[in-house]
Antibody, heavy 125, light 108 residues
């Protein structure tokens, strides 16, 4: 059973870069898609982006200019960097395995399972 | 842009049936997925591909789809089902993902 664990600073200053790492255990990061999702306190879920183990990425257009997701296969980890943060970026950040399904158009990423427990990042001076 | 709309809240007595709707223009052409998020916990997948129940999810959880609306039904609601529920879908090429606005289920 794959398990995911987020790690990184819980406090980030405005205008700085938020950096988080997700460590995958119980399975290899190879051959799969991996994603970041966030949830502001008391609010809903927002997809941030995903990375395929090969390194190809896709980002939410609303965050694309500030987001970088990378993968380190030697450590079975993938990471998130979000630059120029503001208070609006305060949220619980989750990493998740992005499951793909075979469909008429090919193998298409579809849903998130499982998720990490999440880590709260607060942007404050 | 893709949007999925859910009612903010649903209240139900124990043993009764809760129905949560999710509406969006993408739904006639793309699958919907449902997640349960208990307070202080990460979301958990409870329905896949509109109506499939993953292993380990109780039989009282079911899903259905009709046109631009998908529905999560919880039959015989239990106190432990009190949680936030989110629908989710993707674009046709799997390059963009959207979550519904979320529904808080309260067990009276």
């Amino acid at each position: 059973q794959v398990q995911l664990q987020e790690s990184g600073p819980g406090l980030v200053k405005p205008s700085e870069t938020l950096s988080l790492t997700c460590t995958v255990s119980g399975g290899s990061i190879s051959s799969y898609h991996w994603s970041w999702i966030r949830q502001p306190p008391g609010k809903g879920l927002e997809w941030i982006g995903y990375i395929f183990y090969s390194g190809s990425t896709n980002y939410n257009s609303s965050l694309k200019s500030r987001v970088t997701i990378s993968v380190d296969m030697s450590k079975n980890q993938f990471s998130l960097k979000l630059s120029s943060v503001t208070a609006a970026d305060t949220a619980i950040y989750y990493c998740a395995k992005l499951r793909a399904m075979t469909m008429p158009r090919g193998v298409i990423p579809q849903y998130f399972d499982p998720w990490g427990r999440g880590t709260l990042v607060t942007v404050t001076s | 842009s893709y949007e999925l709309t859910q009612p903010p809240s649903v209240s139900v007595s124990p043993g009764q049936t809760a129905r949560i709707t999710c509406s969006g223009d993408v739904l006639p052409n793309q699958y919907a997925y449902w997640y349960q998020q208990r307070p202080g916990q990460a979301p958990v997948l409870v329905i896949s591909k509109d109506s499939e129940r993953p292993s380990g999810i109780p039989e009282r959880f079911s899903g259905s789809s009709s046109g631009t609306t998908v529905t999560l039904t919880i039959s015989g609601v239990q106190a432990e089902d009190e949680a936030d529920y989110y629908c989710q879908s993707a674009d046709g090429s799997g390059t963009y993902f959207v979550f519904g606005t979320g529904t808080k289920v309260t067990v009276l």
